[in-house]
């Protein structure tokens, strides 16, 4: 399974429908001081299953709607879409449905998540044992977060065995 | 279960002192089993000595040792069980310019022996310069984040500019 | 006791948010008391807002944000009692290159302002560029630091070449 | 009271003396990874009275004497001063004896520390009441340690409030 690109709409400050494309090799992303740069793995996250709003440094998770701009009036929805490559047939059976998955996470405020696999429903279980499959997911140590390299040397050492699981 | 787990961490421990030789131009590196004698309860424990010092404790290391140091266990875990998207934010801003072209060095190595695609978020000219394409996050409309795709003979000269 | 307190909120939160539309280049910041009616047993609570967007929990606030925020009330805390010393370990790593210049330009005023002295621990070539003298620590001799003190008609030459 | 030098002889990697003298404006420090830049942070810490030896990053006070390194053998003593000018004689009465002060913190291995002001044995308490009293110490909120300044923002706000009590 390949990453082929992640669509954000309303999440956090992208408001506008805005595509990162994922092609092979080195990606670089930059940017001034609170442009959103770091939104953007939140949205990778967020999309994958991402059950914690802490995870998303929010204080509930309708904090990952657009609220708005001296501008623009804040939105009532977020939704974001990693878009697969899944030719080689390696997702899981219930979900293996086509060469190409669009896995979608849509938010109303102050009415939860859906989740949808090429327009269909799925719960986020389904979603989160994809990536599990796939050696990713919310949690995976491949997402480094902003400030946290050094986490993982001064965390305790039972928690870096978690680590080893994903590498076994 | 057990079985799995040793034979990861023996695949894991030979790529991660491999990679830390390799990112310090010297010293070694090891993992080792702490606390249980059940792999499935035990911890995890790093013995890191960079080139030249004794071995000390993890947290006398540096910022930027520290960084480099587990940097090279994330890519050991990697080699062992390979990631579809593996997301960098920020992780050269506490290394020094030496340190920088080591890391780059590394990406381009883990570009060639894995699949995995790289999204690496900088502030660092050195790291910019050496990715295959690059994307600016804009504010143009203050609060509203866009995106555009950066030409890479441009890229030089924009830096921050974005 | 109470009274005292009361008048450091006040000249604290006036510094604040006066440096902190310094730093921003617009913007508002203040604090409040919360949790108590009592300044001897409430909380510190920071309202931040950068300019053009709506204000917003501070952990939303962006990694370079968040310094420039913590610098602000820093020093909102010694132009309130001046300490006779600061020391600043790369608080210069998250921020892009115009939020090093407004950094520098700070430091530039609380300089003139206070009779503080400043050391400035960084990587940044800009911020090395702005200080009155420089000092390199070497390890010439692996694991044996020394310190050398560098010309600065050098240092822009030098960088990390120490 | 004005900081004039900091002096460390077997300190961390500071296996030999080293000063580093304290002037009005900004000094900069810089130097590549690992080569000892915190390290005279935590030394200034340490003579001011730093009592807690995770805030040296150790695991026992001990660890910040020198260990050796693979052309020099360990030593089993460190000692940091710092020279301060008193003209202005401001420090408490007991310890206001010269217009220099000269602030020494001396440990040996597996013995404790050791502080003298001027030559004269004093206790920890002298010591970091003579900073307090001069607005700076181990815990003063301008000593901003590595990777810490995002801390002052996601710590609790009863926490946040000992930064008011410093201006007070
Ligand atoms: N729900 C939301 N609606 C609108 N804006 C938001 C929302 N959530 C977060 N933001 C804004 O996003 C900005 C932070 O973005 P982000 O952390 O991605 O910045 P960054 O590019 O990573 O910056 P840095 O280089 O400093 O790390 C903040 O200024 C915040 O106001
Ligand atoms: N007691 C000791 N004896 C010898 N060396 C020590 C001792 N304690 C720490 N060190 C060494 O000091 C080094 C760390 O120094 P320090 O943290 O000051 O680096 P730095 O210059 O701040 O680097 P960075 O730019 O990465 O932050 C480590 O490599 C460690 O081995
Ligand atoms: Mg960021
Ligand atoms: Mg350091």
């Known amino acids: 399974m390949k990453f082929e690109r992640l669509r954000l709409h309303g999440f956090k400050s992208f408001c506008d429908q805005t595509d990162l494309v994922l092609e092979p090799g080195l990606t670089g992303v930059v940017g001034p001081n609170g442009c959103g740069k770091s939104n953007l793995v939140e949205a990778m996250r967020w999309v994958m299953g991402e059950s914690s709003y802490k995870a998303m440094r929010a204080s509930g998770m309708d904090d990952v709607i657009f609220s708005g701009s001296s501008n623009r009036p804040g939105r009532n929805s977020a939704e974001v879409t990693l878009i697969l490559d899944n030719s080689d047939r390696s997702a899981p059976a219930a979900l293996n449905v086509a060469d190409t998955l669009e896995v979608t996470r849509r938010i109303e405020r102050e009415q939860g998540s859906v989740y949808r696999v090429n327009g269909r429903e799925v719960r986020a279980r389904d979603v989160q044992l994809l990536f599990a499959d796939a050696s990713t997911g919310a949690h995976s140590p491949a997402l480094v977060r902003q400030g946290q390299i050094g986490e993982l040397i001064s965390s305790k050492p039972v928690k870096r065995r978690a680590l080893l699981e994903e590498a076994a | ?162």
């Open chain 2, 1 to 162: 279960g057990r079985a799995r787990l040793n034979d990861a961490f023996d695949k894991v421990n030979a790529h991660f002192s491999d990679l830390f030789t390799t990112l310090f131009g010297g010293g070694t590196a090891e993992l080792t089993f702490v606390e249980s004698e059940d792999p499935l309860e035990a911890g995890l424990e790093i013995l890191a000595r960079p080139p030249g010092k004794k071995p000390q404790t993890l947290t006398l290391l540096s910022g930027g040792e520290q960084a480099l140091t587990a940097m090279a266990l994330i890519f050991a875990v990697f080699l062992t069980n390979p990631a579809p998207i593996c997301v960098l934010d920020e992780v050269d801003a506490p290394l020094d310019d030496a340190n920088v072209e080591r890391f780059c060095n590394l990406l381009d190595s883990m570009v060639e022996r894995t699949d995995t695609r790289f999204v690496v978020i900088t502030h660092n000219p050195i790291t910019m310069a050496r990715v295959d394409r690059l994307f600016g996050v804009t504010m143009a409309e203050r609060g509203v984040s866009q995106l555009v795709s950066i030409d890479l003979t441009t890229a030089h000269a924009v830096r921050e500019a974005v």
